[in-house]
């Protein structure tokens, strides 16, 4: 199914009548409806609360995490995925799509090539070296290069805008097959995950954070849910809207004081860096960012 602008500045989309492949569809996955789709500028938004999930399982219908600049093609492809009876969440921007990933844990992630924070084919190479999740890239960089770029660094799948619906859902389970049986095939032993992050480490599965002599540090759950979201951005600055998310369980508002008394009260906490540095830096009408010793080389050269 094609997703088309249309004159009321939505989208819209038309499934061509083929009774022998509806029949087919219908019975592998009982979830999908067929039909015409009308999607306007201004849909019923629904708010997303994140909670820590899982790693992947085989499920039919695969959680996925949509990485889009675009509003309105980000809010179309939401309402499509979700009336197929897919759970999926949206991120704005690289940083925030990394944050995410950490709470939401997807089964498949769709990436733009085009975002406003960070280069599309840098955030896939992120994705892929974390080798935790599917990707299809979704992006208008139709030119052969492009692909064959995308799918060297890791993307699993490639579309171009706008992508036809019912293609993208076979795609998207298509991949969740394959990264599900490859992990199968592995057979990866459960390795506790822990983050090195200048003088902390942070161990991810017991959720504790410790200096590098040894000392624990006393988080509250909130502050830990910061803290991680902070670090899976990797130095890239994460909104407080996603922090809000991510640690309080709650969208922000803009007269909302509560993640900036939140990160107050973390960075009192931590330690400081090798220069004598706070680790959590802010960014001006932007959110915060973890200060990574990479980072800190970076803003030293500039």
Request: proline residues 6%; positive net charge.
């Amino acid at each position: 199914m094609e997703l088309r602008p249309t004159a009321e500045a939505g989208w819209a989309g038309h499934a061509e009548p083929n009774n022998s492949l509806q029949k087919k569809l219908a019975f592998l996955h009982p979830n999908l409806r067929f039909g015409d789709i009308s999607i306007c500028n201004k849909p019923r938004l629904r708010q997303v609360k994140v909670e820590p999930m899982p790693k992947c399982e085989m499920t039919s219908n695969p959680r996925v995490l949509l990485i889009e600049g675009d509003k309105t093609t980000a809010l179309a492809l939401l309402r499509s995925m979700e009336q197929a009876g897919l759970t999926a969440v949206w991120a704005g921007t690289g940083a925030d799509g990394l944050a995410l990933k950490a709470q939401f844990m997807p089964h498949v992630v769709l990436t733009d090539l085009t975002l406003p924070d960070t280069s599309g084919m840098s955030l896939l190479t992120r994705l892929a070296g974390q080798r935790d999740c599917g990707i299809i890239v979704i992006s208008d960089m139709s030119e052969e290069a492009d692909r064959i770029i995308a799918l060297e660094l890791g993307a699993d799948d490639y579309m171009a805008k706008p992508p036809g619906l019912r293609e993208l859902l076979a795609r998207i389970r298509a991949v969740h097959r394959r990264i599900s049986a490859r992990a199968e095939a592995r057979a990866i032993p459960v390795v506790v995950p822990v983050l090195k992050v200048g003088p902390i480490r942070i161990n991810l599965s017991h959720r504790t954070v410790h200096t590098e002599d040894g000392r624990k540090l006393a988080l509250t759950s909130s502050e830990f849910n910061a803290l991680e979201a902070l670090a899976a951005a990797g130095g890239m600055a994460v909104s407080r809207d996603t922090l809000s998310q991510a640690a309080l369980r709650r969208p922000w508002q803009p007269e909302d004081r509560s993640v900036d008394q939140l990160v107050f009260g973390l960075r009192q906490k931590l330690p400081v860096d090798e220069s004598g540095g706070v680790l959590i830096q802010s960014v001006r009408g932007s959110g915060y960012w973890l200060r990574t010793p990479e980072r800190a080389d970076m803003n030293a050269m500039a």
